[in-house]
């Protein structure tokens, strides 16, 4: 079969500037490689938001470049939507279109949810959650222009539950529910939408957790190059998938599924009622995965018009 191409999409690639092994820098190289001309766009604080481990975007354009691709850096952040349009920008100015967008930019503070400040709540939350939200919204317009594009958002498995992310998994969780949401939306403009919760060894890691901590242990079996192959494809004209989540580590790609349990019904419950039957709620037998998206929701949904505030 046909190897399969970017040439003539333009692709956006946030958190693209880290340092080797990092998981956008090796997004950005590998949709080069393929023919895609990349905005590697990197704030420059490195993962912790503070300035260690500094990322540089203009370092991974200068790869790109001398592999004989097309890239331009931006460094303007995304955590606010003035400067994600800024983002946007950048890409339009320089080859007048955008295809594709990874929202892969993310900060980490590690901390017990009683010790985590307001302030680094308030940096995960708006680097990850309302940093996508942003980054869509601007990319979207051009999107529905042209009547195509993929949009991959990275999730994680914190989503599910992690000590020291409370916050952070609050976040992520929230990008799996946008991104099945703007799918609905973008069904009808041929915008793709999907989630991704990667897996790999990477720099951020080795620098925010004790050496001997067991993900770094184990990290070093998973790599970088084997979630780029899955973020690649997502943004491929020829993947139809959209609004699902899935995983990418260690040479493992998988979809996560969610399901729901048969439950006991009762009309007009009491709490005792709740409490008999709680056994029959949690049972998992005959559970069914989650309803896929249904486009005809637009039919059934009729809102009052929208007053912007």
Request: hydrophobic share 40%.
């Amino acid at each position: 079969m046909n190897d399969l191409r970017f040439d003539g999409r333009v692709a956006i690639v946030t958190g693209a500037g880290g340092q080797a092994p990092s998981l956008g820098p090796a997004y950005a190289m590998l949709l080069a490689s393929r023919g895609a001309k990349v905005v590697v766009n990197d704030l420059g604080v490195g993962p912790d938001g503070r300035g260690g481990l500094a990322a540089n975007a203009d370092r991974v354009v200068n790869e790109i470049l001398a592999a004989g691709g097309e890239a331009v850096a931006d460094t303007n952040s995304i955590a606010e939507s003035a400067s994600a349009a800024a983002v946007v920008q950048t890409a339009l100015d320089a080859w007048g279109r955008v295809d594709i967008l990874v929202n892969n930019a993310g900060v980490l503070a590690l901390a017990l949810f009683d010790e985590i400040s307001e302030a680094d709540c308030r940096l995960v939350v708006d680097t990850h959650l309302l940093g996508t939200i942003w980054m869509c919204r601007a990319v979207w317009p051009q999107m529905k222009g042209s009547g195509y594009g993929r949009i991959v958002n990275t999730s994680s498995s914190s989503m599910f539950g992690s000590p020291y992310n409370a916050v952070y998994g609050a976040a992520k969780a929230g990008i799996f529910g946008l991104s099945r949401g703007l799918a609905l939306e973008g069904e009808r403009h041929g915008i793709n939408v999907n989630a991704l919760t990667p897996q790999a060894g990477t720099a951020k890691h080795a620098y925010l957790m004790d050496e001997s901590a067991t993900f770094v242990e184990d990290g070093r079996d998973r790599k970088v190059e084997q979630v780029a192959p899955v973020v690649a494809y997502l943004c491929h004209e020829s993947c139809d998938s959209s609004g699902k989540m899935f995983y990418a580590g260690g040479g493992l790609v998988s979809e996560w599924v969610f399901s729901r349990t048969v439950g006991a019904r009762d009309s007009e419950p009491t709490i005792e009622d709740v409490r008999d039957s709680f056994d029959e709620v949690r049972d998992r037998a005959g559970a069914a995965e989650i309803i896929d998206l249904d486009a005809s929701w637009y039919d059934r949904l009729r809102p009052k018009p929208y007053v912007p505030r």
